[in-house]
């Protein structure tokens, strides 16, 4: 079986992209937040715990897309399309 024609990948991969666009947006929500009030009301103050966990948000939402995009990569529509048998 060849691993780049898994449905499964692609699932994972499009999972994983989902799930960092959405830990990227609310990341940046929160250090928008951050940024206007200089603080967040039960986070703390820029630099507290609260401020690095929105730090970390958009860090890791980068990185899962990063990681989907590059997983990705080898499907393009003839490699899918294209049968079993074919090395292209």
């Known amino acids: 079986m060849d691993p ?12 994983v992209a989902l799930t960092g ?10 250090l928008m937040s951050y940024s206007m009030m200089g ?3 039960g986070f703390g103050p ?3 715990a609260g401020w ?7 860090v890791a939402g980068a990185l899962g897309i990063a990681f989907a995009v590059f997983s ?3 499907y393009t529509w ?3 399309r ?3 048998w074919d090395s292209r």
């Open 4 to 15: 780049y024609r898994s449905e499964a990948g692609v699932l994972v991969a499009v999972v």
């Open 21 to 30: 666009l959405i830990g990227l947006l609310v990341g940046a929500t929160m």
């Open 39 to 41: 603080g967040m009301m």
């Open 46 to 48: 820029i630099g507290g």
């Open 52 to 58: 690095w966990a929105a730090v970390a948000l958009v």
């Open 72 to 74: 990705l990569r080898p």
């Open 78 to 80: 003839r490699r899918l």
């Open 82 to 84: 294209a049968p079993a």
